[in-house]
């Protein structure tokens, strides 16, 4: 019997590595591919000590239990399809084990402390991908927009036309929303410290804040009323820390305590002391053709400090849309702002109010915000809400 040659020989075991490496890489593949798979699955998700307050919320949402019974587990909604970026997603899930292992959120105080950077760490995720796990089920094409309900069916075209994404409107749609204080402060101490670098030359200003002001240079007499925030002042003159500015406004015929926006809105601008009242000039007049009620064009000449005053008005609005997409979508999508006009929005806000986290401070700042972009208020953003920075 003739003996295979070396060559041969060599050949043959090169083959039988081969076979065994293509064996060896179906295995870790399948191995790796059901692994994958295994700890993506709901159960598993949930399996975990911590998960059981989200788990509680999940259930209770419309993506658990539905009239259609159609039902998004964990992965639907955290892990995205396509292959890079599931995983990416899956190598940083790494994250969570070292989470649960070292108590991060093993009780239910830790993991309330911890939801809100949880959240944003998701709608961020969200928002960058352009909602693609909730694309996966939901698609602008495929919606039967006249069959939804009225709020949808009127604000889903718009954002089409705007190409908004899921997340820009429907936060909290599967777990409740975390306590939004935190977020709304650091937008405040952000418009803060814009308003600190306003040039020292600009001549119109807003105040981002509910803004005490004196009839005199000497801020440490009682104020004599208070500008809300958003209003618009024009600088006549500096003085140290000092502005001297007019500002101005409507008065109802006999209504002397206010200024408001703008003749038969209740957009509230300038609140004033008995004192202010005496000095208010009134330049025009007209009545409302609706209420038939008699308003004054007036101005009014303050002085405040320049801390609070900012010279890019729309940096107020920014602020005020992140506070509204952060707080108003738990329950339902973003409003349109031109779904109500300035005087209607008084009362939805204050409706609201109580299932939000924001102060009274940071209210005044929407209802104005919303007011100014009103149905019947003229503005290029009219019902828009602008993205957060």
């Given amino acids: 019997m003739s003996k295979s040659s070396p060559r041969s020989r060599r050949r043959l075991a090169w083959l039988w590595l081969v076979l065994v490496g293509v064996v060896l890489g179906a295995v870790l593949l399948a191995g790796g591919a059901t692994v994958m798979h295994k ?7 949930v399996s975990c000590h911590s998960m059981q307050q989200p788990l509680a919320e999940y ?10 019974g159609i039902r998004a587990e964990c992965a639907d909604c955290h892990v995205p399809h396509k292959p890079m970026d599931y995983l990416t997603t899956k190598v940083m899930a790494l994250k969570d084990v070292w989470g649960e292992m070292t108590g991060k959120i093993d009780t239910p105080e830790k993991y309330e402390a911890h939801k809100l950077a949880m959240a944003q760490s998701v709608w961020d995720t969200l928002k960058k991908n352009d909602s693609a796990t909730c694309r ?27 190409g908004e994404t899921c997340i820009d409107c429907h936060k909290g749609v599967a777990h409740i929303l975390p306590d939004m204080s935190q977020l709304s402060a650091a937008g405040a101490s952000e418009l803060s410290a814009a308003a600190a670098k306003t040039p ?26 208070n500008l809300m925030p958003g209003t618009k002042i024009k600088v006549i003159k500096r003085e140290n820390a000092m502005i001297l500015a007019e500002v101005s406004g409507w008065q109802q015929d006999g209504v002397n305590e206010v200024f408001y926006e703008a003749a038969g809105k209740r957009i509230l601008s300038v609140l004033l002391g008995e004192e202010a009242r005496t000095k208010v000039k009134r330049l025009s007049e007209m009545t409302d053709p609706e209420t038939h009620l008699l308003w004054h064009r007036t101005a009014l000449e303050v002085w405040l400090p320049a801390s609070q005053l900012i010279d890019n008005q729309q940096k107020i609005w920014d602020y005020a849309a992140s506070m509204m997409s952060a707080n108003c979508t738990g329950c339902h999508g973003l409003t349109a702002l031109d779904r109500f006009n300035a005087n209607q929005w008084i009362g939805v806000i204050k409706g609201m109010a109580p299932r939000t986290s924001l102060n009274q401070e940071q209210l005044r700042v929407l209802t104005r915000y919303v007011q100014q972009h009103a149905s019947d208020m003229p503005s290029t953003a009219q019902g828009e809400v602008k993205e957060a920075q």
């Fill in 39 to 45: 700890t993506s699955d709901t159960e598993f998700c």
């Fill in 59 to 68: 259930q209770g949402s419309v993506h658990f239990q539905n009239p259609k």
């Fill in 136 to 162: 996966s089920c939901h698609s602008y094409e495929a919606m039967d927009v006249l069959a939804q309900r009225p709020e949808a069916r009127q604000e889903h075209p718009v954002a089409i036309k705007k």
């Fill in 200 to 225: 020292d030359n600009a001549r119109e200003l807003w105040s981002i804040a509910t803004q005490p002001f004196w009839l005199s240079a000497d801020s440490k007499q009682h104020n004599a009323g």
